[in-house]
């Protein structure tokens, strides 16, 4: 059908529910007519980076003042060791979360608005975290910081999940040369993102009951990763 018939059909102004290429996609945000997904990668990538570079910055800072108090260099590393850890830590988580998000977004042909709307609540998250990393360091095993970390982490897990579902229930979204093989991660990953959220809540419940653990409880999140990859090594 030519774009003529399209117009034909739908009116100048009306939306087009053939998803003919260069008219206007659904208003609500469908399959059809969505954006590239090669520019919400990356422009989730670049976002991404300069978060993960802001954590730096807190302790580039320890510099100047270190020097000014005519402290020893090695007080930078010595005398801030709650900061340099809490750098780390954030460091990996987003650079954790970055690589699931990338590696889910890799085959995506084109994007819907609940997509890219769900893709802003996550890249919201990651925005976020170098504020409570910053406070970690600042405050220590505060519970109110610890909450704050693990309701950052809770965020983009959730908007992580959401934006698996909405792949996994519209198979359109996937490029078609290797459709099969992308369903199926996809496939995995939400079932994987969902075990992660319910690990999160169980690690933020311990963390609460017992205060000397607090971060460390993070580790249950490589738990579900590992069995369900065994058990699914086992099923082949």
Request: proline share 6%; aromatic share 8%.
């Amino acid at each position: 059908m030519g774009a003529s018939d399209g117009v034909g059909n739908t009116g100048a102004t009306g939306p087009d529910t053939g998803g003919l290429p260069g008219q206007a996609s659904p208003p609500d945000g469908g399959e059809r007519g969505g954006a590239s997904g090669e520019r919400l990668v990356l422009f989730t990538d670049a976002v991404t980076a300069i978060s993960i570079t802001l954590l730096i910055l807190p302790l580039v800072d320890l510099v100047p003042e270190v020097s000014s108090a005519h402290e020893p260099a090695s007080e930078v590393v010595t005398g801030h060791v709650n900061q340099i850890w809490s750098f780390l830590l954030s460091f990996l988580v987003i650079a954790n979360i970055w690589g699931e998000h990338h590696r889910t977004f890799s085959s995506i042909a084109k994007v819907t608005r609940p997509l890219t709307v769900w893709n802003m609540g996550w890249l919201l998250s990651v925005v976020v975290l170098p504020l409570p990393t910053e406070m970690i360091g600042a405050f220590g095993r505060d519970r109110f910081v610890m909450a704050f970390y693990y309701a950052t982490l809770l965020a983009s897990m959730v908007c992580r999940s959401a934006m698996l579902r909405i792949l996994k229930s519209s198979p359109s979204l996937v490029e078609e040369g290797d459709a099969p093989e992308t369903r199926q991660k996809i496939q995995d990953a939400h079932t994987d993102s969902r075990l992660n959220v319910v690990a999160l809540v169980v690690a933020f419940a311990i963390a609460l009951a017992v205060p000397q653990l607090q971060y460390y409880s993070l580790f249950l999140l490589l738990v579900p990763g590992r069995v369900l990859s065994r058990s699914r090594r086992t099923a082949r």
